[in-house]
């Protein structure tokens, strides 16, 4: 018997693992890119969009909850994965209401980015056109439930700042996001623009008031760029003070350094 | 609409194909065609007339921009109900003077919900963006004119 080497290998490439490592990690520290969604470094996996989906040994694995086994022959860029992902994207677009021509994340929304990097010309399934209510109670902040792909990043950040402010309810098709107040509405919650879970959101669903068009539209991450090569990074702004107009006064380009949410780290902006 | 931005492209166009129903031509029905270039969405009876009579005369048929392919902006009245939106609109709304939702017999009845196109027909093709910009249609008509498949990819490929 062979001793073990914690290696696997992605696309025929050999790529070390720590013991425990999930195979997104193991490929996130050798710069491979696989497409992912709901995954965050920095918090537990979800598991539930399904994007970051490879192929061991013909089986479909999540790769962002699977961990890494010695000798694991991992695909990840084939024409059957980019197809397969491509309609599990287009699932996730027709499961809610995303317009994006309406939308202020637009460009910089990693949902559409990776249509735009799977080649998604269309959203090919029946959209199902849900009816779900703007959360406009909240002074600085917008929560869109239309936009929302329940990917539970805001959930899992709010966890992990000990405000448990969002969970996901319901089941399967059912699911909903709802906010922990008396009221149900976020102006009754205790959130800020400098909580984290008020600024991961992905897609267009949590919305920080008075930033939206910072940066144009036709300027943006997305725009010019494909999420495979940028990765999961949008330009961010510092909350240390939840007053609109005094932030607007000390925005300057120091605070619209685009910062890699993989890695946590700030980027040159490339 | 979008498809004057290709500009001076148009007469280069204007040397391969002939122009049947358009907004530029004014002829009310389509007759048989190669190409059916489709823009917004699905919203009342007569676009829905309107795309049968497209489906059934051009040989292929391409929805163009994302109202055509989603719905779009118009498809956001689909979080209401269509007597809210008529009510709103033409009721309530401030400033309105001497309310009454429109019944002329010749305005077409909205449906219930706007429509992606391919809800009610067969669609070979999507143009997205909103609009999709000149330099997109143009790439898409002329791989289509030299007989290959258009894949609108890299950063030609817009949602917005
Ligand atoms: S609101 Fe945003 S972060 Fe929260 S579950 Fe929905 S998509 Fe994810
Ligand atoms: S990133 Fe793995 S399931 Fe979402």
Redesign the interface.
Known sequence: MTQSSNKITIDGRAVCFQPGQTIMEAATEASVYIPHLCHHPDYPPHGSCKVCTVKVDGRYLASCSEKAVDGMEVQNNCKDLKDLRRSITQLL?VDG???????ER??NCQL?AI??AL?M???HY??L?P??KVDASHPDIILDP?RCILCGLCVRASEAEGKNLFKIGGRGQNSYLSVCSDSGLLGDSSISVNDKAAQICPVGAILIRGEGFHIP?GERLY??Q?ITSVGNCRPRYNHSTSNLTERKKREGPEHSKPINLTTGKHTNGK | MSLLDIDERLVDLADWIEFDRSPLTDIKHCGSCDVGLIEGGLSNQENLHVLQEFRQQCKIVVAVGACAINGGIPAMRNNHSLADCLRESYLTAPGTVNPQIPDDPEIPKLLSKVHPIQDAIKVDYFLPGCPPSADTIWYFLTELLAGREPLIQGSALRYD
């Open positions: 677009f209401n995303h317009y994006c021509p309406s939308c637009s460009g559409q249509g735009y080649e010309q269309e959203n029946t959209q056109f009816t779900r239309d539209i725009d010019h494909q």
